[in-house]
């Protein structure tokens, strides 16, 4: 039998954009049988959160801070252009109307290909999080050494 | 996209069951048909519908 291609995707900026390439790349790979695994760390968090809105999530104040500017998929800022938060719900638009698939259509996919979803430990705990405050479809969280296992012997992409 | 739609389509269907598509000239028509039976699918016809418009009937 042959042996399944790998592809791991570490997910760290948490811009609309790269975050739609990250899940385009993820969807397209798990669509044609690769084994796909996502590491949401730093701002990719973000793209994970349960609440797609600004909360005041995280434990202490600062953390709260952090979470409640930073949002969460409804909120994720475009890596240019972002027109004060304008752009992303602009480029949705242009994508629905050229029918692509948007961010949230794109994230679907991958939970219904069963894409390895994966929260960054360090990342958590800095932010003052807990598994609760992600989506349900987060498998697990992990840290490096993990991941270097999970990614292993396929290609790794850091978006 | 379009293969991660189709595929997910595809996985509902019981064994026999067929499934039509309808597919833009270029890239889609030429990777989801492929990318299908590499995966086992059987592609039974392809035709044009209108256009750049075709008409994919798959079968698992």
């Given at each position: 039998?042959?042996e399944?291609k790998?592809?791991?995707?570490?997910?760290?900026?948490?811009?609309?954009d790269?975050?739609v390439?990250a899940?385009?790349?993820?969807?397209g790979?798990?669509?044609?049988?690769y084994?796909?695994?996502?590491?949401?760390?730093?701002?990719?968090?973000?793209?994970?959160?349960?609440?797609?809105?600004?909360?005041?999530?995280?434990?202490?104040?600062?953390?709260?801070?952090?979470?409640?500017l930073?949002?969460?998929?409804?909120?994720?800022?475009m890596?240019?252009?972002?027109?004060?938060?304008?752009?992303?719900?602009?480029?949705?638009?242009?994508m629905?109307?050229?029918?692509?698939?948007?961010?949230?259509?794109?994230?679907?996919?991958a939970?219904?290909?069963?894409?390895?979803?994966?929260?960054?430990?360090?990342?958590?705990?800095?932010?003052?999080?807990?598994?609760?405050?992600?989506?349900?479809?987060?498998?697990?969280?992990?840290?490096?050494p993990?991941?270097?296992?999970?990614?292993?012997g396929?290609?790794?992409?850091?978006? | 996209?379009?293969?991660v739609?189709?595929?997910?389509?595809?996985?509902?269907?019981?064994?026999?069951?067929?499934?039509?598509?309808?597919?833009?000239?270029?890239?889609?028509?030429?990777?989801?048909?492929?990318?299908?039976?590499?995966?086992?699918?059987?592609?039974?016809?392809?035709?044009?519908?209108?256009g750049?418009r075709?008409?994919?009937?798959?079968?698992?």
């Amino acid at each position: 039998m042959t042996e399944k291609k790998k592809l791991s995707l570490i997910c760290f900026s948490g811009d609309f954009d790269k975050s739609v390439a990250a899940f385009t790349l993820a969807t397209g790979a798990a669509a044609v049988n690769y084994d796909v695994n996502m590491f949401f760390t730093f701002w990719g968090l973000n793209i994970v959160k349960s609440g797609r809105r600004r909360s005041l999530v995280g434990r202490g104040p600062l953390a709260r801070a952090f979470n409640f500017l930073a949002g969460g998929s409804g909120n994720l800022p475009m890596s240019r252009l972002n027109f004060m938060g304008a752009s992303p719900g602009l480029m949705s638009r242009m994508m629905r109307k050229r029918n692509v698939a948007t961010l949230e259509q794109l994230v679907q996919a991958a939970k219904d290909l069963r894409v390895g979803l994966y929260a960054c430990e360090m990342s958590m705990n800095i932010l003052g999080m807990k598994q609760p405050d992600f989506i349900p479809e987060i498998k697990d969280v992990i840290g490096v050494p993990t991941f270097l296992k999970l990614s292993e012997g396929g290609e790794t992409l850091f978006i | 996209m379009t293969f991660v739609k189709a595929r997910l389509e595809l996985e509902k269907l019981a064994a026999g069951d067929q499934l039509e598509v309808f597919l833009s000239e270029g890239e889609p028509l030429q990777s989801v048909p492929r990318s299908a039976a590499e995966q086992g699918y059987k592609v039974l016809e392809v035709t044009q519908v209108e256009g750049s418009r075709y008409r994919v009937l798959f079968e698992k």
